[in-house]
């Protein structure tokens, strides 16, 4: 068993909280080592920049800087804890990672993806054996979003930046399918669980 990284994207409210727990329980079902992970954040300093980024008091922050913090945290992550985890042959399931800034920062701000990229090589160095992407209208997932309490300083964001994101997702998924798996994250809660299993155990089958 050689370590891999798995990751989770969506838009705002996708349900990715409630699909990482069932993803961690099947992985570790597996007796493999499973390490979980979500981004911004997932060490001290990626949770001190995670709560700069996120605040909701610094609205002037601009794309520039935003993608930067996002690489940063990244950065600190890997090397930190994911790429050690990969080097002991540990699964790393992480709750966003690189393509939540080419969705969020590129399509969403509109910052060049080549630029994304190459911070991409320099900072990061890891590219997800396995990407499952939740994806639903915008209107939905920010409903649900918003229904859970006061928003964040990027949900604050309006429905055409979301609408943005969730066209930069698809379009990633378009250009390199063999990494990506779309899940209907609009389906009742059981059959998006259900797919996303589905989509977990066609991949380990795959790649045992
Ligand atoms: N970001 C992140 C960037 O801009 N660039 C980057 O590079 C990175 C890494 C992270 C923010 O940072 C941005 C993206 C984000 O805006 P966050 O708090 O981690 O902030 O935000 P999200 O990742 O969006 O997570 P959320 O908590 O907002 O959404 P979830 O986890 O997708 O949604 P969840 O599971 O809390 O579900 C929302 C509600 O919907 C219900 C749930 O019960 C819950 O109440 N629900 C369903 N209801 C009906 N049917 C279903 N199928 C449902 N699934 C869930």
């Given at each position: 068993m050689t370590g891999r990284l798995i990751t989770l994207e969506g838009g705002e409210g996708a349900g990715k909280s409630t699909a990482m727990a069932f993803l961690a329980g099947r992985i570790a079902a597996r007796g493999v080592e499973l390490l979980q992970v979500r981004e911004p954040g997932g060490t001290e300093a990626g949770e001190a920049i995670r709560r700069v980024v996120l605040n909701p008091g610094h609205a002037g922050l601009c794309a520039e800087t935003e993608l930067l913090l996002m690489f940063a945290a990244r950065a600190q992550l890997v090397r930190e804890v994911i790429g050690p985890a990969l080097a002991r042959g540990a699964v790393v399931l992480s709750d966003r990672f690189t393509d939540a800034?080419?969705?969020?920062?590129?399509?969403?701000?509109?910052?060049?993806?080549?630029?994304?990229?190459?911070?991409?090589?320099?900072?990061?160095?890891?590219?997800?054996?396995?990407?499952?992407?939740?994806?639903?209208?915008?209107?939905?997932?920010?409903?649900?979003?918003?229904?859970?309490?006061?928003?964040?300083?990027?949900?604050?964001?309006?429905?055409?930046?979301?609408?943005?994101?969730?066209?930069?997702?698809?379009?990633?998924?378009?250009?390199?399918?063999?990494?990506?798996?779309?899940i209907d994250a609009s389906r009742p809660l059981d059959e998006v669980l259900v797919a996303l299993g589905t989509a977990l155990d066609a991949h380990f089958e795959a790649r045992p």
């Amino acid at each position: 068993m050689t370590g891999r990284l798995i990751t989770l994207e969506g838009g705002e409210g996708a349900g990715k909280s409630t699909a990482m727990a069932f993803l961690a329980g099947r992985i570790a079902a597996r007796g493999v080592e499973l390490l979980q992970v979500r981004e911004p954040g997932g060490t001290e300093a990626g949770e001190a920049i995670r709560r700069v980024v996120l605040n909701p008091g610094h609205a002037g922050l601009c794309a520039e800087t935003e993608l930067l913090l996002m690489f940063a945290a990244r950065a600190q992550l890997v090397r930190e804890v994911i790429g050690p985890a990969l080097a002991r042959g540990a699964v790393v399931l992480s709750d966003r990672f690189t393509d939540a800034s080419f969705a969020y920062q590129g399509g969403g701000r509109g910052i060049d993806a080549g630029r994304i990229a190459e911070l991409e090589r320099w900072a990061c160095g890891i590219r997800p054996d396995l990407t499952l992407l939740l994806d639903l209208p915008v209107d939905q997932g920010l409903a649900r979003a918003r229904g859970r309490g006061p928003t964040d300083r990027i949900e604050a964001e309006r429905t055409e930046f979301f609408e943005r994101v969730r066209a930069a997702y698809r379009q990633r998924t378009a250009q390199e399918p063999a990494r990506w798996r779309v899940i209907d994250a609009s389906r009742p809660l059981d059959e998006v669980l259900v797919a996303l299993g589905t989509a977990l155990d066609a991949h380990f089958e795959a790649r045992p």
